[in-house]
């Protein structure tokens, strides 16, 4: 699985745009970047995935370079609620499991939402 | 329509008892994973069961063994614990794509299991 990089804490003010970068400089051409993040004690939580386009919803968007070589998870209007650990994963493509590859965690981004 | 759920959600066990942990996927998936997530790391992926076999597996020792039922409800049991057993359970659930782009992993809230 390509590796992945991201700054290990980042602070953001309430209300504002929360921008967290990831490095995934060894992609290949059919991997894709997925997004989740884990509030305390909890399980982690989906939040978006790209290939090449960029993509939003109800959560965030996710902006990749046209080499995808790196990407950025934006939160539009960060809340307290929004402080967690946020992995960038850049999942396999092992073509006996394609489709169904395990997602491979790094140790994400500790983002904490200043009042 | 309920996420994954997981039972139980704490519980402590000594060295070298035995432990089962429970998972419903959510509705719709047929597919379920267990991940392993010490404090302060990452999840690290255990394996993987659908159609009632264990399709992937990480490197985790043979003490660790799962099972899935024809409802696709799973558990993972774990023999002979040891300290470094510690740590957050994780079930994840999600649709076999075999073949297509990637699919998506829902998670449970896990279950803290404490060695001791």
């Known amino acids: 699985d390509a590796k992945t990089t991201q700054p290990p804490s980042m602070d953001c003010a309430e209300g504002r745009a929360a921008n967290l970068p990831c490095n995934h400089s060894t992609i290949s051409g059919n991997e894709y970047v997925y997004w989740y993040r884990q509030i305390h004690s909890q399980g982690p939580q989906y939040i978006i995935h790209?290939?090449?386009n960029n993509e939003t919803n109800e959560m965030a968007s996710l902006i990749i370079t046209e080499d995808r070589k790196s990407s950025t998870l934006i939160l539009p209007h960060a809340t307290l609620r929004d402080t967690a650990v946020y992995y960038c994963?850049?999942?396999?493509?092992?073509?006996?499991?394609?489709?169904?590859?395990?997602?491979?965690f790094g140790t994400g981004t500790r983002l904490t939402i200043i009042p | 329509d309920a996420g994954v759920t997981q039972s139980p959600t704490h519980l402590i066990k000594t060295r070298g008892q035995q432990v089962t942990l429970r998972c419903s996927p959510k509705s719709g998936h047929d597919t379920v994973s267990w991940y392993q997530q010490a404090l302060g790391q990452g999840p690290q992926f255990i394996f993987q069961y659908y159609e009632e076999e264990e399709r992937q597996r990480g490197n985790f020792p043979d003490r660790f063994s799962g099972h899935q039922f024809p409802n696709y409800s799973s558990e993972l049991n774990v023999n002979a614990l040891l300290l470094g057993d510690s740590a957050l359970y994780l079930c994840?659930?999600?649709?076999?794509?075999?073949?297509?782009?990637?699919?998506?992993?829902?998670f449970g809230e896990g279950s803290w299991l404490t060695v001791v």
């Open positions: 994963i850049v999942r396999g493509n092992d073509i006996s499991n394609f489709g169904n590859e395990k997602l491979t």
């Open positions: 994840a659930s999600s649709l076999d794509r075999t073949g297509l782009s990637g699919n998506t992993i829902y």
């Open positions: 790209g290939l090449k």
